[in-house]
């Protein structure tokens, strides 16, 4: 009984970390995607606008709605609500989600979309 008892906990224990490593390898995974394709036009580590507006603080945000960056008005008067599942429908291809969007970079990679957004929600 005591045995099966330590086995039960290091399964439960072993279920718990294996997420939680899962998404720190996805988040890493996700903060070299982000430099390698959405560096040069966002900022994420400060809160500075560029070519694009800054990613800081995205998931849960309203698009179009971060002070300081001049959007397209498709994508101001959108009213998207920015989670993972937006995100992911957006990265996959910004124009046919929001006509009018200055967007123009696809993620076509459902792997590297998934470790962006995973970082994204991270900061």
């Not at 099966?4 to 390898?25: D, K, N, R």
């Not at 890493?28 to 500075?48: D, N, V």
Request: with cysteine.
């Amino acid at each position: 009984m005591k045995k099966a008892a330590i086995y039960l906990l290091t399964f439960v224990s072993l279920g718990i970390a294996t997420p939680s490593l899962a998404q720190e390898a996805d988040a890493a995974a996700g903060q070299r995607l982000f430099q390698q394709r959405c560096g040069t036009c966002h900022q994420i580590a400060t809160p500075k606008n560029g070519v694009g507006p800054h990613l800081q603080g995205i998931v849960d945000r309203t698009a179009g709605t971060t002070e300081g960056f001049k959007y397209s008005d498709a994508l101001r008067d959108s009213a998207i609500a920015w989670n993972p599942e937006t995100l992911e429908t957006f990265l996959t291809n910004p124009g046919a989600m929001v006509r009018g969007t200055r967007m123009a970079q696809r993620f076509n990679n459902a792997d590297e979309r998934r470790a962006i957004i995973q970082f994204l929600g991270s900061r």
